[in-house]
């Protein structure tokens, strides 16, 4: 066994079975290995950012490491901004790049870079292997630290994977929370039972079922209101799911939402922050002097502590969830022309049971987060740190981690052009997702943001730089030319008619929906 293979073989008996890969012949040796590593399926992403969105979607989705391979500094430079969007998501995700065989650093050769300066910037824990005999140990330490919702990464020079490695695979430590902070869930059961309304605001694992449901017990208990951030990571949704809302994107809006609230309790996150600083406004939609506590560190499970609150208010049990819940209900399919507004609706009506809805709509799927609670139960999940053309890749992996639930993407029309090559991992895997292209033939949201700003009416050249009609991306071939059926449609007529076809049929489809 060479180092490679250790390294494999400590990755699979930790129970991680695929790997979104593009390599080189750094990586030869590793490429090599998948042959005689069964467990582990290598599949090929044709752009780096196609590949670590794979493995943020596949991470999200399983609450487990998700492995990527890159190609030296310039394969991972390609895949950084949705490393980003892992680590904004806590994703654990265990990140291999190649590295020059360590006598070669020196020399300078083209593909020369500084990883480790790179890593810096979205890892939470990094290494660089400096020897084949520790090559297993590494590796195993870096799942151990990608278990915590955070990104490792491991750089693994060349010379070290070609070694006879004659070690043994070591076991993988699982990692358990550190007990909620008995003091802090007092204080907090304090200030949700102080005067004035009150306000819970989650992400991370609050915003999974076990978490939901004791958040529920809260508010059952207190009368709290429940709120996501902007951006969740993952929320699980439906009827008979306990409810959120999502606090707006636009900082006017946020803090007139939460304006009522005397004070905060923050699960899984600290407090909002407005996605920019616009001059002569403020950072944060909650008043500085409202009093906020979060009540887990990064070390506990924000879950769990929500349990411990609701113990500690003596909230009642399962039962009274089902005044919380909200009942099965499905909108009606609209008719007609088709708008962001009615693609919502008729995505709501019509999505399956268990379906995995990835949302990167931006402008357009403005509207669909708040249908959710009434439908059939599913999970979603969006873009976590703002870095477009993180929907796609993520869909992909969604598919490979659930290859047994529909995944349907619902895609703005700019981003998707950022790693559209997602399309062609989908197709020669089979996989069963359905991407919606919001064809705006704009990027919308710096239309809008111009507007916001005063600037009502943009020359020529402004207007341009957010036009994407002129050419307009032909959508259904692109799609096709990646071996995905794609068609184009206008009204709801046909988009009801299309994603009912591309739900039945398996496989990956896609639909523009032309605005
Ligand atoms: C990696 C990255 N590059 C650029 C941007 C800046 N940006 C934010 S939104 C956007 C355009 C979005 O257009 P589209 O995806 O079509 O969505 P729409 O606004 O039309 O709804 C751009 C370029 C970004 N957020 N991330
Ligand atoms: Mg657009």
Redesign the pocket.
């Known amino acids: 066994m060479n180092g490679a293979e250790a390294l494999l073989r400590t990755v699979a008996a930790a129970g991680i079975d695929a790997c979104f890969a593009n390599g080189g012949t750094t990586e030869m040796p590793l490429i090599l290995a998948f042959d005689s590593i069964a467990g582990i399926k290598p599949m090929l992403g044709l752009f780096e950012g196609v590949c670590t969105g794979a493995a943020d979607g596949y991470g999200r989705m399983k609450e487990a490491p998700a492995l990527c391979l890159l190609h030296l500094g310039p394969g991972l430079a390609n895949g950084v901004?949705n490393l980003h969007n892992a680590k904004r998501a806590r994703t654990p995700l265990l990140n291999v790049i190649g590295e020059h065989a360590s006598w070669h650093a020196e020399a300078n050769a083209p593909l020369t870079m500084d990883i480790e300066c790179l890593c810096r910037t979205f890892s939470g824990w990094q290494c660089t292997v400096r020897s084949v005999e520790t090559i297993a140990r590494d590796t195993a330490e870096a799942i151990e630290a990608a278990l915590l919702g955070q990104i490792a990464s491991l750089i693994v020079p060349c010379d070290h994977m070609w070694k006879e490695f004659r070690g043994e695979i070591p076991a993988i430590t699982r990692f358990a929370c550190d007990p909620p902070d008995r003091r802090v869930i007092a204080s907090a059961a304090k200030m949700l039972k102080s005067e004035g309304k009150t306000a819970l605001v989650m992400n991370g694992r609050a915003l999974r079922r076990r978490g939901l449901e004791a958040a529920g017990r809260i508010r059952a208990a207190v009368g709290c209101d429940l709120f996501c951030i902007n951006f969740p990571a993952y929320v699980d949704r439906g009827a008979g799911t306990v409810p959120v809302a999502r606090v707006p994107y636009f900082p006017e809006p946020a803090a007139a939402l939460l304006a009522p609230y005397r004070a905060v309790v923050l699960a899984g996150t600290d407090q909002p922050v407005n996605f920019f600083g616009y001059e002569g406004q403020w950072s944060n939609p909650i008043a500085a002097e409202v009093p906020k506590l979060r009540i887990e560190s990064e070390s506990q499970d924000a879950a769990e502590a929500l349990e411990a609150l609701a113990d500690e208010l003596d909230a009642p049990g399962r039962d009274a969830l089902d005044k919380l819940v909200a009942g099965y209900k499905l909108p009606d399919v609209p008719s007609g022309t088709l708008t962001p507004e009615k693609a919502c609706l008729t995505l709501a009506a019509l999505q399956p049971e268990n379906v995995i809805i990835v949302d990167e709509?931006?402008?357009?799927s403005m509207s669909y987060f708040p249908l959710g609670a009434t439908l059939a139960p599913h999970s979603y999940f969006m873009l976590t740190g703002?870095?477009?053309?993180q929907g796609m890749p993520s869909a992909t992996g969604a598919a490979v981690a659930c290859p047994d639930r529909p995944v349907i993407n619902l895609q703005?029309?700019?981003?998707?052009m950022?790693t559209v090559q997602s399309l062609w991992t989908q197709a020669r895997e089979g996989m069963n997702v359905t991407t919606l292209i919001?064809s705006?033939r704009?990027?919308?949201?710096?239309n809008v943001e111009l507007q916001r700003a005063g600037f009502t009416n943009p020359g020529p050249r402004v207007r341009a730089f957010t036009d994407?009609g002129n050419p307009p991306i032909d959508w259904p071939s692109l799609s096709r030319g990646m071996g995905v059926p794609g068609v184009a449609v206008d009204t709801v007529e046909d988009l009801a008619r299309e994603l009912k076809k591309a739900l039945r049929e398996p496989g990956p489809h896609l639909i523009e929906m032309v605005f």
């Open positions: 901004a709509g931006l402008t357009s703002g870095a477009i053309g703005a029309d700019g981003s998707a950022y919001c705006n704009s990027y919308n949201i710096v994407l």
